[in-house]
């Protein structure tokens, strides 16, 4: 399993409250609060944790002073029995933090509380004290649910409407499948890929996606929440459950297996985020000689990814590895039940 050190930025997202997935835990995600110890009370505590597991979690850890980290570890946690007959999580790790502290928590009712005690717990599962002792620290987290700032943002004049209030439903190709269907809240891309029958040329693009909860599949798997948006039908921005990953060119935000997105966007599966893509054609010359490469920014969740990066060539997986001047847009289906909403695209002049 890849790990990596969590880094927490919101962005210019809001905190909302939500209306919780069917399938949501009421663990996973992302967790901020306050050091009740004095002497501790400028400092901040944050926790980003994942599922790896029904019932089982990983997570980093860090204590924040001055907007950089002065202590982190990684946590883990595990309920036994049921989430009906269980309502709380006991959660424990190893910090450094100007020497070893032992931390345990539980998670109840979206808060976390719990304390930080001079030791470390050994590879036997013991903890063993520090010899320069000192008093344990206490703490409170409150489980976060962002807003993306772009989130449900009303399409432009001139913009075409491909799902939400005004959409067109004769806008998609679709073959005839039992299990293609308008889910509540969404377009739920089961079988097969949802391609406009319109193409477009420069673009801006809008849309909003949630992925499932799939806890039983690794991090990093891309069986976990996997879709994509291909702008031109040609240039896959990933669609995955990468919360808690390691950026990657499959992970959410890459360009697929072309670039490799900076880390901190993705927000917990359940949780609805958005991209903001503008997109500029290739051109081509009277016989058809590609003269200028699509160029591409992304924002993910109000974080730029790439501004203005040049495509030299298509993504794997689309309508066509041939380059055009317009082009269609598909959304994946890669066997997972991803959700879409709230998707526009305006066209622009070259």
Not at 151 to 176: Q, T, Y
Not at 246 to 266: F, L
Request: aromatic content about 8%; hydrophobic content about 35%.
């Amino acid at each position: 399993m890849r790990r990596s050190l969590s880094i927490f930025a919101l962005f210019a997202f809001s905190l909302h409250t939500p209306a919780f997935a069917a399938d949501d835990d009421h663990v996973m995600g992302i967790w901020e609060g306050k050091i009740s110890t004095a002497g501790w009370e400028s400092r901040t505590v944050k926790a980003k944790i994942w599922g790896v597991k029904n019932n089982a979690w990983e997570g980093q850890f860090q204590i924040i002073e001055n907007g950089g980290p002065i202590a982190e570890g990684s946590i883990s946690g595990k309920r036994e029995g049921s989430p009906e007959t269980v309502k709380s999580v006991p959660f424990s790790g190893n910090l450094n933090l100007e020497g070893d502290y032992f931390l345990s928590a539980t998670a109840a009712e979206e808060k976390m509380t719990g304390q930080l005690a001079p030791g470390k717990e050994t590879k036997k599962g013991t903890i063993k004290a520090s010899k320069k002792g000192g008093e344990p620290i206490t703490f409170e987290l409150q489980r976060q649910h962002i807003k993306p700032p772009t989130l449900g943002a009303a399409p432009p004049a001139g913009a075409i409407v491909l799902v939400g209030p005004g959409a067109d439903p004769e806008a998609w190709i679709l073959r005839p499948s039992a299990t293609d269907r308008i889910a509540e809240g969404g377009l739920a891309i089961i079988k097969p890929s949802w391609i406009t029958k319109q193409e477009f040329g420069s673009c801006k693009l809008h849309l909003e996606f949630v992925t499932p909860y799939m806890p039983n599949e690794g991090i990093g798997s891309q069986e976990r929440g996997n879709s994509g948006v291909y702008v031109h039908g040609r240039y896959e921005v990933q669609v995955l459950d990468s919360f808690g990953d390691a950026p990657g060119v499959g992970t959410c935000g890459a360009i697929y297996s072309i670039a490799v997105p900076p880390p901190g966007a993705c927000l917990p599966p359940g949780e609805w985020q958005t991209y903001d893509i503008t997109f500029k054609a290739p051109r081509f010359d009277a016989n058809g000689k590609k003269t200028e490469d699509a160029v591409i920014t992304v924002l993910h969740n109000g974080m730029t990814l790439y501004d203005n990066m040049v495509l030299p060539h298509t993504t794997p997986g689309g309508v066509s590895g041939d380059e055009s001047a317009h082009g269609p847009l598909m959304l994946q289906n890669h066997g997972d039940e991803v959700r879409f909403r709230n998707v526009w695209v305006l066209p622009l002049e070259k």
